[in-house]
């Protein structure tokens, strides 16, 4: 890619029909899954990105062997009967925070020393709540990082079971992590979530996944405890849908242009909850139809909101540029957490609002947007290395002249082809 891609707005409302590529969060914890199952997996409809790679590589060091066709869509797993094979391994992640949390926990389950690191980014993102609860669980585990962040050592003997306490008001991952890693323990692993939990529907979407794989838990709807008893997760083909955060962006095409953009493979039924991004923009004033296997946003004379984006809060940064074009102001709320994803998304995303003439407060825990003069000439958006940044923006690009995007090539990490699939968006 080159170093930055200047956004051509659409001369017209956008009107298109759309299949974004596989879910990641569904592909990595499928991946994890079959992984841990007895037998032979097939997964259909992966995304290939370098979270999947990365996680991909990481669990073929472990001894796990995968083959990938179909260019990355289709991949099959030889698992491992919960015990992986590799007596050692040293796992390098990039900044795929799924991969660091979810095989941290999954290496406790073998015997032997295994290292996990990242780039620098990764060295300051925070791990410590995981390795405290697997500590609880008796595991021999050291964050060699400062402010208990990557990289990870793990001297594991297996993972005896019992009771354990998480907390979860930073990331839902390490509960995800830990929810996969359980079923395959000596032992049933009841765990109690310290606090509340952060992003609710990511761990629901756990739990779905390992159904399917021929795995159950016991919680309630807010996962606040459950019970995980000793099993075996049992081969299985499985369909992964499209990823509904990828799709936030054609989405908010639509809004922000006056445009009806569908997208397919997804429905109110979905395992990903960001699909309840398209509410944010009926709220806003767009109509949204919901069809079997589409969900449909047609764009309307936007209003601002007031709204929680805990729940679907790797869609605040698409709703930022939406609120641009919105009367009023736009309060995002009860999302500090993102504050430690690939970068600190509260600060990134106000910075570059205010280069789009918005009026930005910025709290600990959230954002409040007030539309301002639009800049004249081109206005360089920084991404930070978050490819959410990059897609983000550029969706503020379609309505209005201007908007440069340094650094795309950071949406390899889940969308290699986005600004491809942009350009076909408004031909």
Known sequence: ???????????????????????????????????????????????????????????????????????????????????????????????????????????????????????????????????????????????????????????????????VQIHGGISSQYLSGLMMAAPCAANEINIRVDGTLVSVPYVAMTAAVMRSFGVSIDAPADYSRLSVPRQHYVATDYDIEPDASAASYFWAAAAVTGGEVTVEGLSRQSLQGDVGFVECLRQMGCDVTYSENSITVVGKPLRAIDIDMNAISDTVQTLAPVALFADGTTRIRNVGHIRHKETDRIAAVAIEMRKLGASVVESQDGLEITPGEWPSGDTAIDTYNDHRMAMSFAVAGLARPGVVINEPGCTVKTYPHFFDDLRRLVE
């Open 1 to 163: 890619m080159p170093e930055s891609i200047a956004i051509q707005p659409s001369p017209k409302p956008i009107r298109a029909s759309i299949r974004p590529p596989g879910s990641k969060s569904i592909t990595n914890r499928a991946l994890v899954c079959a992984a841990l199952a007895g037998g032979r997996s097939v997964l259909v409809g992966a995304l290939d990105s370098e979270d999947t790679r990365v996680m991909i590589a990481g669990l073929r060091s472990l001894g796990i062997d995968i083959e990938v066709s179909d260019e990355g869509k289709t991949l099959s797993i030889d698992g491992c009967g919960g015990r992986p094979p590799a007596a050692s391994a040293e796992i390098f992640v990039e900044n795929s925070g799924t991969t660091i949390r979810f095989l941290t926990a999954l290496v406790a389950l073998g015997h032997g020393e295994f290292t996990l690191d990242g780039i620098p980014r990764m060295r300051e993102r925070p791990i410590g709540d995981l390795v405290n609860a697997l500590r609880q669980l008796e595991v021999d585990i050291a964050c060699l990082g400062e402010s208990y962040c990557p990289p990870v050592l793990v001297k594991a003997q297996g993972l005896r079971g019992g009771t």
